[in-house]
């Protein structure tokens, strides 16, 4: 009789515990959505977000409509309302609120995005490839696509293209984890090797010329890469050699950095003339690249150069790609030196600031691009110590193009005028043909 005393209470407390969890299941999945003039629809949306990331999609759904009952050209909440249907497997319905986003905004990406998971997920292939060119088409650099682009062509067994594809995300982000990843399990198909080979020609309003070729060879590590670069000068009947090595190594997915170390032998240097040696007997780069968000980058580092004097220049920049578009920005301080130079104004802290804007065509490999700065710049293709100019402008232009199979070519043209210690002005055209490839 005490047992059958005791089971009465403990099934009345388990009852009670079921029916109140079922109550509160149910408010969970069937709260009323009202919105008046005094609602914040954006905390609303976020409410939103939550119960579906919470897997209740149904309350997201009955939040989400009642936003585009009140705003129906709110395209992120008709975009996560589709999204919502498709994690349900409910793929026509999320076919219909994507497709009415991309009426009203054929490139917007969050919309492009879906669709292409969609018919991933349905393994209609075919159109998902489609839905992936158009978005591509409107953001060539988008790391996200450019991986679900890689995904899609493993899929179809194209693994040489897949391999192709996430070089350029490496070449546009070093340090992406994931893209690592993906080309090492493509086995035989890596495309861990690099070649370029350059030719530039300055010509100056004096008549004279100067010819600088460059040929490298690198490799991708797990790390990140490594580069073997030879540099050739011929400048007004001197000639100069110089080998450089450098490096991109990757700390996360978002953290990199690039590092340069770079030597050219004494003997070939012009000795009479302290002012004309054609490279930097000894030069070096540190410079570490964070990602953030929204497409926006930022470093900081330094660079030295050491002809007959050294010269320490303190880096930074600022870069974002937003849609098709590349811009950035950079800057040189180049602090006061004991130069052997007593010229006032190399005795005097300097700034370089030098702007870039790209536009590319259908992907990351095709490009126009556009640049202009005022200030002395270590990283120009330079055979004389900046150091020795105390005033330099330049503009220039720049085209890329896919030219067959893998490899790609690059032209550049630009103007420049330096202001020379001890002389006066020096105007000079620059053409630069560039070809590289992976294999």
């Not at 975009?79 to 026509?92: I, M």
């Not at 861990?192 to 004279?208: C, I, P, R, T």
């Not at 797990?222 to 090595?245: H, P």
């Not at 950035?328 to 004991?338: A, E, H, L, M, Q």
């Amino acid at each position: 009789m005490h047992k059958k005393h005791l089971l009465f209470p403990l099934f009345f407390c388990f009852f009670c515990l079921l029916y109140t969890s079922q109550v509160n299941g149910q408010g969970r999945s069937d709260t009323t959505v009202t919105i008046n003039d005094t609602t914040n629809i954006e905390a609303l949306f976020k409410k939103a977000r939550e119960f579906s990331y919470d897997n209740n999609h149904s309350q997201a759904r009955r939040i989400c409509l009642k936003i585009l009952e009140r705003k129906p050209n709110y395209f992120e909440v008709r975009t996560f309302l589709g999204r919502t249907y498709a994690w349900e497997k409910q793929y026509d319905n999320a076919r219909t609120e994507l497709s009415r986003v991309l009426i009203e905004r054929e490139n917007d990406y969050e919309a492009l995005n879906a669709l292409f998971d969609v018919e991933f997920w349905t393994e209609s292939y075919s159109l998902a490839g489609d839905y992936l060119k158009v978005a591509l088409g409107f953001y060539p650099t988008s790391e996200e696509l450019l991986l679900k682009k890689a995904k899609l062509q493993i899929k179809l067994e194209d693994k040489g293209e897949a391999a192709l594809t996430l070089r350029r995300i490496l070449d546009l982000n070093p340090g992406q984890k994931e893209a690592i990843r993906m080309m090492n399990s493509l086995e035989g198909r890596k495309l861990s090797n690099n070649f370029q080979a350059s030719l530039l020609v300055d010509l100056f309003d004096n008549k004279n010329a100067q010819h600088l070729g460059s040929v490298e060879v690198g490799h991708n590590f797990t790390f990140g890469s490594l580069t073997f670069r030879t540099n050739y000068a011929d400048r007004f009947n001197k000639k100069g050699l110089q080998f450089e090595l450098e490096s991109y190594a990757h700390f996360t997915s978002t953290t990199y950095i690039n590092l340069l170390a770079g030597y050219s032998d004494k003997s070939i240097l012009a000795k009479q003339n302290a002012l004309t040696g054609l490279f930097p007997n000894t030069k070096a780069t540190a410079e570490i690249y964070q990602k953030l968000p929204k497409g926006f980058e930022v470093s900081l580092g330094v660079r030295y150069q050491k002809f007959t004097t050294s010269t320490t220049f303190y880096s930074a920049s600022l870069s974002n790609y937003y849609k098709d578009y590349w811009f950035s920005v950079r800057t040189f301080i180049t602090p006061k030196t004991d130069s052997i130079v007593k010229e006032a104004s190399l005795n005097k802290s300097s700034i370089t600031v030098i702007g870039n804007i790209r536009i590319y065509f259908g992907d990351s490999d095709n490009y126009l691009g556009f640049k202009a700065g005022s200030g002395r710049s270590p990283d120009e293709n330079q055979t004389l110590d900046v150091a020795t100019f105390y005033q330099t402008f330049q503009g220039g232009i720049e085209l890329q193009k896919r030219a067959f199979g893998r490899w790609i070519m690059k032209c550049d043209l630009s103007y420049g005028k330096e202001v020379p210690i001890r002389t006066g002005d020096i105007q000079r055209i620059s053409t630069t043909i560039t070809l590289k490839t992976v294999f």
